[in-house]
């Protein structure tokens, strides 16, 4: 890995810093909570509190983000959301120098060499609101050295057990980040499969590695009491919602996701085409080594794009980021052509200026009064993807809890960012209301198409609220009131008061005037 990374010049690496902390300045100086990074927050600080995961605090999704965020949580305290914007600067950089110094290494580009690296920060930072620390990004690092792995399988003298098992583990830890990088998994067997010859006992190293790690998670939920609970939660509730329908509170829309993305690259998705297409029609023209790199990057973009495809009820932005290594492999190309050589400064201006156009929209958006002339209006959509409310949170809720002790709050929406913005926590475990929504028999009856996973029981939603109260309770969807009506006797005592747009609804012996 030192190796790739001297591939490198020092005056670079500089570059790339500068470059990075430009683009995600604003998420380390901003003040706003993004909604992945908040729903990983408040798990963690379930688990800080001495729970388990999935069984004091609902995820729906694999367990090692939460864990990542758990271990900033234990170490930097209150600073820790800053610790791990910081760290993902970092991790960017370590991820942008590891793939450029790959493509250097074997050398497919004549000129413009030290481009991909400055892309794939660009990418990878472009639109603003997926610069959290996600699954996604995360998994960045570990597919790059896993695919690397198999173009380095050529270098093997003899057989090749430890480099398959290394990139068989890292792909387990991909799993336990995101599932759907079970097919960038499959797309990496195809290319160990279409690099070498076979060999069953270098495929069993692969696949090894692999259940070796989901081994170890899953005797890590044996003995932790949580197996039933991850299987519900954290695994059949996840894979249902993603195209059989959990209701009718919360919609996705992946036109909005794909018309975004597709704004935010901008050209650069034309140039990887063009790129695609040329390494295609060439292929035989390369050596062996730029072939083996070419099919990699190719399997790849595959793996990727038939992820997309299966997720495509429930598209999210951040789907999209597993495509910027080979999206800028092939760009990259396309840059070289003999007249994209000559026009290359205005054709990377062209690139670049949608991009930076919604990128200004985020620097208006979180410096309003420093650069008011940024700021979008909230019917320009298109340029925050519908994360106004990040830059723009309930204010009456603001001044609310602006002088009231609040210390444990229920939020009944699908805004985790509440509790950071009020420096709260999730009194329950039901940290994520989406969940609660499609399990609790009250509400289930109420939805056309409910969640094929077991109710919630209500001798355990009596108990989470009755051993767990809430100080308060932010209903901005006034379905609490289904809730008392089934258990007066427990929360009848919660009054509401109306703030702003929203019912709060605190005990009574704290009730204080409506606001």
Known sequence: MLRLFLNIPVPVHIALWLFILLLRLPALVGGFYMHEESLLMLCAQRLQEGGSLYTDAWYSGPPLMVWIYYLFLSVFGKGALTAIRLFGCLYVYLTAVYFSGMLVAYKPYKRFTVLPAFLFVFLVSTPWYIQEFSPALFCLLPITIAFHSMIRLDEQRTRAYSLLFQAGLLMGLCLLAAYKTIFVLAGLILTYLFLKRPRSDELISLIGGVWVVLAIFGLQLYFSGSMADYLDV?????????????????????????????????????FALLGYVHFRLKFYSYVVKIRSLESTMSLWLLAVSATILFKLNRLELQDFILLIPPVVFYANRALEFSLAYRLRLPLLVLSLLMPLYMYASYWGLVFPHQLPQLRPSAEQHSLHGGFWQHFNPRDPLMQYFRERNVKTLWVMDDDPALYLRLGAKCANKYTDFRIAYNKFPVFRQRLQHPARTKAESESEIFRQFSHFPAQYIIDPHKNFTFLQQRFPSLLGKYQPSEVGETLVYSQAGMHLPAF
């Open 234 to 270: 954290g695994l059949l509730y996840y894979w249902q919602r993603l195209g059989l329908g959990t209701g009718e509170m919360y919609h996705y829309f992946p036109q909005q996701s794909l018309y975004i993305w597709l704004l935010a690259w901008s050209t650069l998705i034309f």
